[in-house]
């Protein structure tokens, strides 16, 4: 499954600088990512929506005990909880159909790989976040992963000395979903 992928710099509301890999989520490549996500590579993520004044940073330690999709909606089944996230085409049912503008709302519309650099610089320039955030119709944000960083350990203390095997998943999304190159390091988008 081929992806067209946008990069661009943006500079955030809080005056980041984030690095954007941007790509069309069509339901068949997201449910594939999140799948591989969720049952290979769970104990890497931190995940949640992450919206002004609300971060929701969830982790597993285990697999999911399910992962189904119905009716547009993913549903992973995590054992005591479980949460939904819309990407694909969404209608409801004969006794509650759900009306189109309703529907174009709540499904995944944007998705991106972002790399995050703090103003001021944390750490000397290095990134304080990879991940891969979900947008619906509306460019609300739906979810967050977090993924490993080679420059915090997991409490979100910097590291005296950056673990780049910590890039492995972020590369791994890059050259088997996205098939962009494996990033190196983190300083090559400064110049």
Same mark, same amino acid.
């Given at each position: 499954m081929k992806v067209d992928v946008l990069h661009r710099q943006e500079t955030g509301v809080d005056g980041s600088r984030q690095c954007v890999w941007e790509f069309h989520p069509e339901r068949e490549f997201l449910e594939t990512l999140l799948r591989d996500l969720f049952e290979n590579h769970y104990g890497s993520l931190t995940f949640g929506p992450c919206i002004q004044g609300a971060v929701f940073e969830c982790r597993v330690k285990s697999?999911?005990?399910?992962?189904?999709?119905?009716?547009?909606? /993913?549903?992973?089944?995590? +054992?005591?909880?479980?949460?939904?996230?819309?990407? +694909?085409?969404?209608? +409801?049912?004969?006794?509650?159909?759900?009306?189109?503008?309703?529907?174009?709302?709540?499904?995944?519309?944007?998705?991106m790989l972002l790399r995050i650099y703090q103003n001021p610089p944390v750490a000397g320039h290095a990134p304080v976040s990879y991940s891969l955030a979900l947008l619906n119709g509306r460019d609300e944000?739906?979810?967050?992963?977090?993924?490993?960083?080679?420059?915090?350990?997991?409490?979100?203390?910097?590291?005296?000395?950056?673990?780049?095997?910590?890039?492995?998943?972020?590369?791994?999304?890059?050259?088997?979903?996205?098939?962009?190159?494996?990033?190196?390091?983190?300083?090559?988008? /400064?110049?």
């Open positions: 697999p999911p005990r399910k992962i189904s999709y119905l009716d547009g909606y /993913l549903t992973v089944d995590l +054992g005591d909880w479980h949460f939904h996230l819309c990407i +694909g085409e969404h209608r +409801g049912d004969a006794q509650n159909p759900c009306p189109p503008e309703l529907a174009q709302w709540r499904r995944c519309a944007r998705a944000q739906m979810v967050t992963f977090y993924l490993p960083n080679p420059f915090f350990d997991e409490y979100y203390r910097v590291l005296e000395t950056p673990e780049w095997g910590k890039l492995a998943l972020w590369n791994h999304i890059r050259t088997d979903y996205l098939g962009l190159e494996a990033d190196p390091g983190p300083f090559e988008d /400064l110049a």
